[in-house]
């Protein structure tokens, strides 16, 4: 199989192995820095088929089903596992026990194992509210008790040089308790117009005649929250009972919402600019945009989602922006690793517990935990 063209830097020696790898994004910024992957691990065939064809490798599928203990020595555990609520009924023998029948249960029994010097996890921001946060909760015990310093933080990948306000729950841990300081946001000014294509015509993104109406409507009224026309809709539908209403955002975005006063107007649509940034993309939802009346293009989505020029997507539109959707934004997961391999580096011994202290737009809560502060 010919592999896209790539330049690599130099081995550091260090290994590491990409759990849940979906289309590799860990595995991008670990290798640009040059760490080697020496196990990956993904239970979806189509994703299993674009990491092979950019990695020349094709990772082994369901995690539940690997000894953890045939798996090769590594430094690096990285994983971006599913958000999945725990058990609480019955009597508990430990955190295995409450963490059964979960992926994070695969994590914890494979860093039990093989005892790797650091890890990096990768979720959605609910995770922290997930379950009244009794989900963060035991996975922040999980972690302690074996033996690792643990650091987490939500960041928005805005503020790394992406147009995408998608925030993330990261966490970092170390087998030494070692200083660790998360990454300086770069380029936190980007645009749509930064990575769309202006001059792009493909008739398959356009957007339908209906969305195209409603927008023209919006433009053509003088008023700032404009009312539409629901009498398409059920009358004992939120939308015929209460209504469609359009309103544009000083951050240049269109967005559409059902008027229920009761549940503070249900966001209905929403559609971007080049003057924007765009929401999280997620599996099932791909950007509009209103001035140039499309879809973001599968080329578009990549770099919404900082993959490099050389990634080969799945050849099929549908699939390549599913797996888009549900990748990390590489440009965080790149700088993130840097502050890790530099911290593993230095090992400078964490001090006595500090509270209270802001340090580069992040605030200390407590020794192990941080949390992004707006700037």
Same mark, same amino acid.
């Given at each position: 199989?010919k592999?896209?063209?790539?330049?690599?830097p130099?081995?550091?020696?260090?290994?590491?192995?990409?759990?849940?790898?979906?289309i590799?994004?860990?595995?991008i910024?670990?290798?640009?820095?040059?760490?080697?992957?020496?196990?990956?691990s993904? !239970?979806?065939?189509?994703?299993?088929?674009?990491?092979?064809?950019?990695?020349?490798?094709?990772?082994? &599928?369901?995690?539940?089903?690997?000894?953890?203990?045939?798996?090769?020595?590594?430094?690096?555990?990285?994983?971006?596992?599913?958000?999945?609520?725990?058990?609480?009924?019955?009597e508990?023998?430990?955190?295995?026990?409450?963490?059964?029948?979960?992926?994070?249960?695969?994590?914890?029994?494979?860093?039990?194992?093989?005892?790797?010097?650091?890890?990096?996890?990768?979720?959605?921001?609910?995770? /922290?509210?997930?379950?009244? &946060?009794?989900?963060?909760?035991?996975? !922040?015990?999980?972690l302690? =008790?074996?033996?690792?310093? @643990?650091?987490?933080?939500?960041?928005?990948?805005?503020?790394?040089?992406v147009?995408?306000?998608? #925030?993330?729950?990261?966490?970092?841990?170390?087998?030494?308790?070692?200083?660790?300081?998360w $990454?300086?946001? @770069?380029?936190?000014?980007?645009?749509?117009?930064?990575?769309?294509?202006?001059?792009?015509?493909?008739?398959?993104?356009?957007?339908?005649?209906?969305?195209?109406?409603?927008?023209i #409507?919006?433009?053509?009224?003088?008023?700032?929250?404009?009312?539409?026309?629901?009498?398409?809709?059920?009358?004992?539908?939120?939308?015929?009972?209460?209504?469609?209403?359009?309103?544009?955002?000083?951050?240049?975005?269109?967005?559409?919402?059902? &008027?229920?006063?009761a549940?503070?107007?249900?966001?209905? =649509?929403?559609?971007?600019?080049?003057?924007?940034?765009? $929401?999280?993309?997620? =599996?099932?939802?791909? $950007? /509009?945009?209103?001035?140039? /009346?499309?879809?973001?293009?599968?080329?578009?989505?990549?770099?919404?989602? &900082?993959?490099?020029?050389?990634f080969?997507?799945?050849?099929?539109?549908?699939? =390549?922006?599913?797996?888009?959707?549900?990748?990390?934004? @590489? $440009?965080?997961?790149?700088?993130?690793?840097?502050?890790?391999?530099?911290?593993?580096?230095?090992?400078?011994?964490?001090?006595?517990?500090?509270?209270?202290?802001?340090?580069?737009?992040?605030?200390?809560?407590?020794?192990?935990?941080?949390v992004?502060?707006?700037?």
């Amino acid at each position: 199989m010919k592999l896209p063209k790539r330049t690599l830097p130099s081995p550091n020696g260090l290994k590491f192995i990409d759990l849940f790898c979906g289309i590799g994004g860990f595995r991008i910024a670990f290798e640009d820095l040059g760490c080697e992957c020496v196990f990956s691990s993904d !239970n979806n065939p189509q994703c299993q088929k674009t990491y092979q064809r950019n990695y020349g490798e094709l990772p082994t &599928g369901d995690i539940t089903k690997v000894d953890e203990n045939e798996l090769p020595d590594f430094d690096i555990l990285c994983a971006g596992f599913p958000c999945q609520p725990f058990s609480y009924a019955g009597e508990k023998k430990g955190f295995e026990d409450e963490t059964r029948g979960t992926l994070f249960f695969d994590v914890v029994r494979i860093l039990k194992a093989k005892r790797p010097k650091m890890f990096f996890l990768e979720n959605v921001k609910g995770l /922290k509210s997930h379950d009244e &946060g009794k989900t963060l909760k035991i996975i !922040n015990e999980n972690l302690k =008790a074996l033996g690792y310093t @643990v650091y987490e933080c939500v960041i928005n990948s805005h503020d790394f040089g992406v147009p995408q306000a998608r #925030e993330r729950w990261y966490a970092v841990g170390f087998l030494k308790s070692i200083k660790f300081e998360w $990454p300086k946001p @770069v380029n936190p000014d980007t645009t749509l117009a930064d990575i769309v294509d202006i001059n792009l015509d493909d008739p398959k993104l356009a957007l339908t005649d209906f969305e195209l109406q409603r927008i023209i #409507e919006h433009f053509s009224s003088s008023d700032i929250r404009v009312k539409h026309d629901n009498e398409k809709y059920k009358a004992n539908t939120k939308k015929g009972k209460w209504g469609i209403y359009s309103y544009f955002k000083p951050d240049g975005t269109l967005r559409f919402h059902v &008027g229920d006063p009761a549940k503070t107007q249900i966001q209905e =649509a929403y559609y971007c600019s080049i003057h924007s940034v765009a $929401p999280a993309i997620i =599996a099932a939802r791909r $950007p /509009k945009l209103w001035d140039l /009346k499309r879809y973001l293009s599968v080329d578009e989505c990549r770099k919404l989602q &900082g993959f490099p020029d050389w990634f080969i997507p799945d050849p099929s539109s549908q699939a =390549a922006y599913h797996q888009f959707g549900n990748s990390v934004a @590489v $440009p965080v997961i790149s700088a993130i690793a840097k502050a890790m391999l530099q911290a593993d580096k230095k090992a400078i011994p964490l001090e006595q517990p500090q509270t209270e202290i802001d340090c580069n737009h992040y605030k200390v809560v407590n020794t192990v935990t941080y949390v992004l502060e707006p700037f």
